[in-house]
């Protein structure tokens, strides 16, 4: 079975542009989850989605994040106007659900974004 | 608050001994569930092993074994018979409650890198 898939797997843009990162979660998963790795703060919970809902985006940082999941098997993560401090690695992960209970989350390969 | 402290920024082991990664945590849930992960040098997050906080069992994975210490709230990662591989950044992680209170968030430690001598 494909794992998490995301696109692109490195961006490079100017500061002031607008950024989207794509995922497509395991065929059949419940929840998605968009996280960022930085080296200051390490691996941090940006939202995440439950049956295509969001459920919780307290961890989006400011209005210029958005995210959106319109189909169970896709989910996006703009970025609009982009800023160097978003530069970090932007990583998509799903989990089932079994019985109410959330199931292990599997990451899929990152987003390597450098905002110039 | 939830919290997951890993102590150990870097570690090295002889290929074949076993080693030890230290994870403890702090929670006020009755029902929480503890994980590691593996992070090579590639990027990716790599699923090794889980326990539930009612499992009376240590979990096994293949040569990854989790130390859980309840009381202590500790839960090492022990990775036995080391591979050259096994060099790699390492994550534990909690999530917030279970059953009806899971709120599905993942909280994270810092990590350990681990480097295995050949």
């Known amino acids: 079975d494909a794992g998490v898939i995301q696109s692109p797997r490195h961006e490079v843009t100017e500061m002031g542009q607008e950024v989207t990162l794509r995922c497509k979660p395991i065929?059949?998963?419940?929840?998605l989850f968009w996280y960022r790795q930085t080296m200051m703060r390490g691996l941090e919970l940006l939202i995440y989605?439950?049956?295509?809902?969001?459920?919780?985006d307290s961890g989006m940082p400011e209005d210029r994040f958005s995210a959106k999941m319109p189909n169970a098997s896709f989910s996006t993560l703009k970025i609009q106007p982009s800023e160097p401090r978003d530069s970090a690695v932007y990583f998509c992960?799903?989990?089932?659900?079994?019985?109410?209970?959330?199931?292990?989350?599997?990451f899929g390969p990152g987003t390597r974004l450098l905002v110039l | 608050a939830q919290k997951i402290t890993q102590t150990q920024p870097g570690m090295f082991v002889q290929e074949k001994e076993a080693v030890t990664l230290d994870c403890t945590y702090d929670?006020?849930?009755?029902?929480?569930?503890l994980f590691w992960y593996k992070q090579p040098s590639s990027g990716e997050m790599i699923f090794l092993i889980y326990?539930?906080?009612?499992?009376?069992q240590n979990a096994t994975e293949g040569r990854y074994s989790l130390n859980f210490q309840k009381a202590r709230k500790s839960a090492n990662l022990v990775i036995s018979a080391s591979q050259l591989g096994d060099s790699a950044m390492y994550f534990c992680?909690?999530?917030?409650?279970?059953?009806?209170?899971?709120?599905?968030?993942?909280?994270f430690g810092q990590g350990t890198t681990l480097q295995v001598k050949p």
């Open positions: 065929s059949g998963h419940d929840y």
């Open positions: 992680a909690m999530r917030e409650g279970l059953g009806s209170s899971n709120t599905g968030k993942l909280i």
């Open positions: 989605f439950n049956n295509n809902v969001p459920i919780d």
């Open positions: 326990q539930g906080s009612y499992d009376e």
């Open positions: 929670t006020s849930d009755q029902s929480y569930g």
């Open positions: 992960a799903s989990s089932y659900e079994t019985s109410g209970l959330q199931e292990t989350q599997y």
